[in-house]
């Protein structure tokens, strides 16, 4: 009887806004495990269309990889480039990193930005594979005036690779074990997100200072 007088149910016409949301999450499932295997062209194309919104730029070319590099040759690799994507490979499956616009002038020293264009980013949660593509812009408040925006790239460090903010994440070579994340929403919000939605982009991974070994990284010149 429920069966034969119930009320059929409308069909939900998806919106351009759910239609980009659902393209996204399909574009990103198998990233972390392509990653993994060394399909390295092939995850980047699968995340062009992020890449290319992100940056505003339509040409992504991979400058550096820790799989195929020493870590000694990084800062030579982006010494004088800009709009540099910087991805980790956490052990756990995170794809995450750092987005810098602006040009890396200086290497073993601190690269102090002005401008709130560079932004901290993640593009596979291994917790949620359905998880879209997240970014966290530099908050430029009073109650953040010992913090700035910068990024350091280390030469000859026996650990570290490089940093990113005071309260960024720091990228150790792999194998050590000294990679963390240092309370990124301290000093980090999403950009043009209502109040009300502002807790979807706060989760531990944001919060989490234990360590974690990186297993891989790459950089990404846009053009």
């Known amino acids: 009887m429920g069966i ?27 990233i972390g495990k392509l990653f993994k295997e060394k399909e390295l062209m092939e995850c980047i194309e699968t995340m062009k269309k992020t890449l290319e919104e992100w940056s505003g730029y339509s040409k992504p070319t991979i400058i550096f990889d820790s799989d195929e590099m020493e870590y000694k040759e990084l800062g030579d690799k982006v010494k004088g480039r800009s709009h540099l994507y910087f991805i980790n ?11 810098c616009n602006e040009c890396i002038k200086k290497i073993d020293q601190t690269i102090i930005f002005q401008t709130n264009t560079n932004f901290i980013f993640r593009l596979v949660n291994p917790k949620d ?59 980090h919000s999403p950009k043009g997100i209502d109040n009300d939605r502002i807790n979807y982009y706060k989760d531990e991974w944001t919060k989490s200072n234990e360590h974690f070994d990186t297993e891989r990284v790459i950089v990404v010149e846009m053009q």
Request: proline share 2%; net charge negative; hydrophobic share 20%.
């Open 4 to 30: 034969l007088f119930s009320k059929k149910t409308k069909e939900h016409k998806e919106t351009e806004e759910e239609k980009e949301e659902r393209i996204k999450k399909e574009e990103h499932c198998g």
């Open 89 to 99: 490979i956490s052990n756990d499956g995170t794809v995450f990193g750092y987005y």
């Open 129 to 187: 594979v359905n998880d879209s593509p997240r970014r966290w812009y530099f908050d430029l408040r009073p109650e953040h005036e010992d913090y700035v925006d910068c990024i350091k790239i280390y030469e000859n460090d026996e650990h570290t690779v490089y940093e990113v903010n005071f309260c960024g994440f720091k990228i150790a070579k792999k194998g050590t074990n000294l990679s963390y994340y240092d309370h990124i929403e301290e000093c």
